[in-house]
């Protein structure tokens, strides 16, 4: 009995301990719930009417920087995909995981190398690939930036097409969150 009773009282130290120390590692989830992995999913506007500067900046410039945040403030084992939007809608980034500061930086500096393409906007095309990358179950958590000048044109056009409105009601099933960054 004794025996009993002190072993209780090591495993009651025990598990105080482990409440105040707090253990930092995200892999073991003792008190509390794991953190769970993000899945950025960035389109960049990258049509020509993305490169008029108003004032010092352009709309491009500003999206890249919108890019470069999200991907500074994105943790370890998160993955980035980049689509850019234009007449030629294409993945240029498909689900990297940020593994070290060295790959955020190396997915960052791919994320610089896109430019302004001599196209227009192509919404419903763009959003079609979209609908490809959202779809991919093996990827939970998935956060869309659509970053872009909202050229009122294109987006007009897009919502019009009922295919596009019935994508878009494909992809909301499909992720956490949705975001429209007007630059």
């Given at each position: ?11 009651i130290i025990?598990i105080l301990?482990l409440?105040f120390?707090?253990?930092?590692s995200?892999?073991i989830?003792?008190?509390g ?5 993000e899945?950025?999913?960035l389109?960049?506007?990258n ?6 500067r108003?004032?010092n900046?352009?709309?491009f ?6 890019i ?8 370890i ?5 980049l689509?850019?939007?234009n007449?030629?809608p294409?993945v240029?980034?498909?689900f ?5 500061a060295g790959k ?5 500096q ?9 196209f227009g ?8 690939v979209?609908q ?9 958590n998935?956060?869309v930036?659509?970053?872009t000048d909202?050229?009122k044109?294109?987006w ?5 097409d009922?295919s596009?409105v ?6 909301r099933t ?9 630059v």
């Amino acid at each position: 009995a004794r025996l009993l009773l002190l072993l209780l009282r090591i495993l009651i130290i025990v598990i105080l301990a482990l409440i105040f120390a707090r253990p930092v590692s995200q892999d073991i989830a003792l008190f509390g719930p794991m953190r769970t992995t993000e899945h950025f999913i960035l389109v960049l506007d990258n049509s020509y009417s993305m490169g008029v500067r108003d004032g010092n900046t352009s709309p491009f410039e500003k999206g890249r920087k919108e890019i470069r945040t999200i991907i500074k403030n994105a943790k370890i084992k998160d993955t980035i995909t980049l689509i850019t939007m234009n007449e030629q809608p294409r993945v240029a980034l498909a689900f990297e995981i940020i593994t070290s500061a060295g790959k955020r930086d190396e997915i960052s500096q791919k994320c610089d190398e896109i430019s302004l393409s001599d196209f227009g906007t192509d919404i419903t095309s763009t959003i079609a690939v979209l609908q490809e990358e959202t779809s991919k179950k093996e990827y939970i958590n998935k956060q869309v930036f659509i970053i872009t000048d909202c050229q009122k044109n294109s987006w007009l056009k897009a919502c019009q097409d009922q295919s596009f409105v019935a994508t878009l009601e494909k992809i909301r099933t499909e992720i956490k969150s949705l975001y429209l960054v007007d630059v």
